[in-house]
T-cell receptor, first 114, second 112 residues
């Protein structure tokens, strides 16, 4: 049973455009939502994370938007650059649990074209 | 910077072989994890360990075992490799519960 659904599976965006990746979760007890970024040949690395006490978190060109009532959260990449081309994973968990309870989405392969 | 090193980048093994995947971290992290990554399935947890000699099953432990004899080293063992274990294997470590996972660069295992 997939608890975190991620879409789209792949995404092509022109340089300078906005990339948007969406995730939906089922477990209302989830209260920690990180995004991991994975470049080809590398392991994933934490990009940005949000907790549901805020509806939005911004770090540079990367923004997480969170909609608790819809049980959805999304990653927006503003002014997308070729260096942003990577696979992005959303994830969800509960803060009183450890990383062993982190549920990952299926990943989105993002390609930024010049 | 935390460094998680996986001993092999690519491995090719035959069906039925016993396979060892090694992982070492250099930041004295308590927690270590083994994931497998498959297209369309994301990252799935195989086993994890919160202390030396300690191990717990993740979501897909069947066909795998682990060993953690030293704090910095966490090994994944495929007792009898099968073709459906062809995958990318990722090791990760973290310092405290829900702190960021630090991943190695992965081992791509092909079982023929």
């Amino acid at each position: 049973q997939q608890q975190v659904k991620q879409s789209p599976q792949s995404l092509i965006v022109q340089k300078g455009g906005i990339s948007i990746i969406n995730c939906a979760y089922e477990n209302t007890a989830f209260d920690y939502f990180p995004w991991y970024q994975q470049f080809p040949g590398k392991g994933p690395a934490l990009l940005i994370a949000i907790r549901p006490d805020v509806s939005e978190k911004k770090e540079g060109r990367f923004t997480i938007s969170f909609n608790k009532s819809a049980k959805q959260f999304s990653l927006h990449i503003m002014d997308s650059q070729p260096g942003d081309s990577a696979t992005y994973f959303c994830a969800a968990s509960r803060t009183n649990f450890g990383n062993e309870k982190l549920t990952f989405g299926t990943g989105t392969r993002l390609t930024i074209i010049p | 910077d935390v460094k998680v090193t996986q001993s092999s980048r690519y491995l090719v093994k035959r069906t039925g072989e016993k396979v060892f995947l090694e992982c070492v971290q250099d930041m004295d992290h308590e927690n270590m994890f083994w994931y497998r990554q498959d297209p369309g399935l994301g990252l799935r947890l195989i086993y994890f360990s919160y202390d030396v000699k300690m191990k717990e099953k993740g979501d897909i432990p069947e066909g795998y075992s682990v060993s953690r004899e030293k704090k910095e080293r966490f090994s994944l063992i495929l007792e009898s490799a099968s073709t459906n274990q062809t995958s990318m294997y990722l090791c990760a470590s973290s310092s405290v519960p829900l702190s960021p996972l630090h991943f190695g660069n992965g081992t791509r295992l092909t079982v023929t």
